[in-house]
Nanobody, 115 residues
């Protein structure tokens, strides 16, 4: 079993920054993807960014140049540095880990950006 614990959400003014963290515990395979998705009210959950254990990263077009995903494989932790936040970034952010045939989700952390 795998558990994901997120932290770092909150309320920030437009143009501000936040850093999200997600620590995974349990049976973590050496090859996996860890990443962040978000879900705004009334919308589907969408990819923000993900990071393969081998190093490759992938970003949604809407966050390129503003958000940076990184990970510490030794700690099984993934981070999302969010800069120049916009009101449209307001959502619940979910951590996701995918390994072999299984996908795990965190409980979500609220990010609210005021204009």
């Amino acid at each position: 079993q795998v558990q994901l614990v997120e932290s770092g959400g909150g309320l920030v003014h437009a143009g501000g920054s936040l850093r999200l963290s997600c620590a995974a515990s349990g049976t973590i395979l050496s090859r996996n993807f860890m990443g962040w998705y978000r879900q705004a009210p009334g919308k589907q959950r969408q990819l923000v960014a993900d990071h393969a254990s081998g190093g490759s990263t992938n970003y949604a077009d809407s966050v390129k140049g503003r958000f940076t995903i990184s990970r510490d494989n030794a700690k099984n932790t993934v981070y999302l540095q969010m800069n120049n936040l916009k009101p449209e970034d307001t959502a619940v952010y979910y951590c996701r880990l995918a390994q072999f045939t299984k996908t795990y989700w965190g409980q979500g952390t609220q990010v609210t950006v005021s204009s």
